[in-house]
């Protein structure tokens, strides 16, 4: 297999981690608001114990910086799992919405820090 180009590797590894952090605290969500089993919980510990690893994995100098960018990530990944798992289509507002965030994650991750504005 082709190893991916670095945007390739951080995008996955970024939508790897929403995928872990979502699948955590939905099953924390599951138990607590749904009434399923405590033992739900035990997959979502291992579930967020990856996505914090998995951050550490980008490239990025500053935790923040990862964090900050993650953010745009995670809004998108969220949708698709409210429309995926919880068969709810995101409707124009939430599309609208993680848009502007995406952009403000590229902005994040392509900006040429350190310069002043």
Same mark, same amino acid.
């Given at each position: 297999?082709? &190893?991916? &180009? *670095?945007?390739?590797?951080?995008?996955? +590894?970024?939508?790897?981690?929403?995928?872990? *952090?979502?699948?955590?605290?939905?099953?924390?969500w599951?138990?607590? /608001?749904?009434?399923?089993?405590?033992?739900?919980?035990? &997959?979502?510990?291992? !579930?967020?114990?990856?996505f914090?690893?998995l951050?550490?994995?980008i =490239?990025?100098?500053?935790?923040? /910086? #990862?964090?900050?960018?993650?953010?745009?990530?995670? +809004?998108?990944? !969220?949708? #698709?799992?409210?429309?995926?798992? *919880? !068969?709810?289509? &995101? =409707? /124009?507002? =939430?599309?609208?919405?993680a848009g502007?965030c995406?952009?403000?994650? %590229?902005? +994040? %991750?392509?900006?040429?820090?350190? *310069?002043?504005?």
């Amino acid at each position: 297999m082709m &190893p991916l &180009p *670095e945007t390739g590797r951080m995008l996955a +590894i970024y939508a790897a981690a929403a995928f872990f *952090e979502i699948a955590g605290c939905f099953a924390l969500w599951a138990v607590l /608001r749904l009434g399923k089993s405590a033992w739900w919980t035990l &997959p979502g510990l291992v !579930s967020l114990l990856l996505f914090a690893v998995l951050l550490t994995r980008i =490239d990025v100098d500053l935790a923040g /910086r #990862a964090y900050a960018a993650y953010g745009g990530i995670y +809004i998108v990944a !969220s949708l #698709a799992w409210l429309w995926v798992v *919880e !068969s709810q289509a &995101p =409707d /124009r507002w =939430d599309l609208a919405g993680a848009g502007l965030c995406l952009v403000g994650a %590229l902005v +994040i %991750l392509a900006g040429h820090h350190g *310069e002043t504005f």
